[in-house]
């Protein structure tokens, strides 16, 4: 008895950890103030102008470590890439994009790890945070970091690849509603059984235990499948951050934009 309340208490906790469902994900951001923008910036959609403040954000924090208007979800990458990099190195690796990945028509704010040049273009696919803009306001995603691979399919669904450890590995595959929510297709994540480990699945999502069934692959195969979604997942092309100052949001590539069509 004690070993399945066990079972059931870590199981939820690590669904809510690495399958996006917690009772904050999708909190609104704090407005933030910025000095007054220019002409041309007024005259910005205003998923663009508010998007332009949380970039806003994440640049003085990166640069100076001013984290007044830093957004308290979707830091912890952010936060890592300060610790580990330096200033230089980390504004020019650290990017930012609009991509439509809902299908709603306007796209979203997704920041990440710019891994290799190519043209003039600059391309990551790790993903370490998502903000959407619905109901007039900007609201938290989803995040990665280096423990929680978070990453871009090309049907636009997010997969999360984490863990807590050898025996507890998870990959979570979601997608982005036009409602601003994360809606969940299938998760599968390792659990120690008697024999060795056990490979799970579970298609709601739900953090009861009980509500995944042990699936017949081994725990070789279940690794071969993350490596796969890794591998099938696409580069998405970013701006430095350090360039954000100068140049906003122009120069992103605009096919990407549903609403820029």
Known sequence: MKRKLFKSMWLAMLLVAFAGYGTEQNAVLPQMDLPKAEAAAKAAPAYEQEYAKVVDSVYKFIADGT????????????????????????????????????????????????????????YGKEIYAIYTFADGSVKYVAEGWSRSSLQLMANDNLVTRGGTGISHQVLAVEHLQPDGNLGCYELYF???????????????????????????????????????????????????????KKQGFKGLMRQYLSAGR
């Open 67 to 122: 984290s007044d208007n830093l957004p308290e979800q979707g830091r912890t990458g952010i936060c890592e890439v300060r610790d580990f990099a330096k200033r230089e190195a980390a504004l020019q690796q650290l990017g930012y994009t609009l991509q439509d990945i809902s299908g709603d028509g306007v796209p979203e704010l997704l920041i990440g790890w710019i891994s290799k040049k190519r043209g003039v273009g600059h």
């Open 190 to 244: 390792t659990w120690p059984k008697d024999d060795g480990l056990g490979v799970y699945r579970n298609m709601s999502c739900r953090s009861e235990a009980d509500a995944a069934q042990e699936t017949d692959m081994t725990v070789e195969e279940f690794n071969e499948m993350r490596s796969e979604y890794a591998n099938n997942s696409v580069e998405i092309e970013f701006l430095p951050l350090k360039d954000f």
